[in-house]
């Protein structure tokens, strides 16, 4: 019934918009503009994607000051994967029309040259957003960078900055430098200090490492990992986050009461699944206690989807207390009809 109303609203916002651009400035063009677009057959008009170009994993998504904000993984020079990718920035009032800005975070720096890969959003104290990104340096390895809002009175946050102290993580001991990305939406324990997981493989275990901060640019390495799997390749994308077990509502990640479980869900990048598993957090001993086994790389081990879906992250949409998630969908063309199309890749939540 809901993708009923839901289809109905979005097929009436489009007779309205008549196919033409409702918004455009320098930096912010339309969804509908895509309308005119005759070279790109099978477009998906519902499901979100920038103009053209290439487009992989969901990027710190997060609703700030009215606006929802869809960051993604893009390659501004085409519809195949590129070593160099950047963060595209879509913005929506409504999570169906979408404006598209300008790329928010490219390689420029010495931690980030050879790419900007995955990472999230967390909204810090004072509803100030910052980002944590995996960064590709120069020497090919992978670190966690920090990113700020230029302008915290621009609810569209169109310019970011790049913390001066960038890289703040860099690959701990027995992790490989390729093997250690995706930092996750961060969690304020009853100390008052932060955590954050990043993904990664560790003596053949995938692994969702774990980092405390007091302020959030000095991170330490906690010596164990939140949790790992064996058999599972390296994980990408981890996400953690408590879940209501008295109530459909989402919750906040650093919120703390009872009646909570948490979902910890890993990427694994050798199957191209996304696999979570439930469980507690002993927030004590920093460890997530599963209910079940899981996430062990067995056939037994719960997805989110059974079809295409990859690379996910949730955010808490404090509006309508409800927790989003946000996948990528890898649509299976060949790269040669990518090409002939123009484009590569959907976001469906
Ligand atoms: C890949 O990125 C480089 C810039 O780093 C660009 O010059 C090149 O055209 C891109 N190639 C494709 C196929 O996207
Ligand atoms: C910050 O954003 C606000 C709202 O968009 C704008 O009015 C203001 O001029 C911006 N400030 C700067 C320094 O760009
Ligand atoms: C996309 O899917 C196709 C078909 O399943 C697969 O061959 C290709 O490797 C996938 N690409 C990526 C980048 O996952």
């Not at 710190?60 to 893009?74: S, T």
């Not at 070593?83 to 975070?105: C, P, Q």
């Not at 008295?246 to 009646?259: A, E, L, P, T, Y």
Request: with cysteine; proline share 6%.
């Amino acid at each position: 019934m809901k993708t009923i109303v839901v289809c109905v609203v979005y097929f009436c916002c489009v007779l309205l918009s008549n196919g033409k651009e409702v918004h455009e400035t320098s930096h912010i063009v339309s969804l509908y503009r895509d309308r005119s677009q005759k070279n790109q057959p099978g477009r998906p008009y519902f499901h979100f994607r920038p103009l053209k170009n290439w487009l992989n994993d969901p990027n710190g998504p997060m609703y700030y000051k009215g606006v929802y904000h869809l960051f993604y993984q893009y390659n501004p020079y085409g519809a195949i994967f590129n070593t160099t990718i950047v963060w595209g920035h879509s913005v929506s009032h409504d999570l169906v029309n979408w404006i598209h800005l300008k790329n928010a975070i490219v390689p420029t720096k010495s931690f980030d040259i050879n790419s900007c890969w995955s990472g999230s959003t967390t909204i810090l104290p004072g509803n100030k957003p910052v980002v944590l990104y995996t960064g590709v340096n120069t020497k090919n390895q992978q670190v966690q960078n920090l990113a700020m809002p230029k302008n915290l009175s621009d609810p569209f946050l169109k310019e970011w900055k790049k913390y001066s102290g960038n890289p703040i993580m860099t690959p701990p001991d027995g992790v490989k430098p390729d093997n250690f990305r995706d930092p996750s939406t961060a969690w304020k324990g009853k100390d008052g200090i932060w955590r954050v997981v990043v993904g990664g493989l560790r003596s053949n275990l995938g692994v969702a490492i774990l980092y405390k901060s007091k302020d959030f640019v000095h991170w330490s390495l906690h010596d164990e990992p939140l949790y790992f799997g064996k058999n599972t390749d390296i994980w990408e994308c981890p996400d953690f986050y408590p879940v209501s077990v008295k109530s459909r509502d989402g919750v906040d990640n650093s919120v703390i009461r009872i009646n909570l479980k948490y979902v910890l869900k890993a990427s694994f990048k050798s199957k191209s699944h996304d696999y979570y598993t439930i469980g507690s957090y002993d927030a004590e001993n920093e460890k997530f206690l599963p209910d079940s086994k899981g996430l062990t790389g067995s056939s037994l081990d719960l997805r989110y989807d059974y079809g295409k879906f990859y690379a996910s992250k949730t955010f808490f949409d404090s509006v309508k207390n409800r927790r989003i998630l946000w996948g990528w969908i890898n649509e299976s063309d060949s790269s040669a009809d990518d090409i002939k199309k123009e484009w590569a890749g959907i976001q469906v939540k």
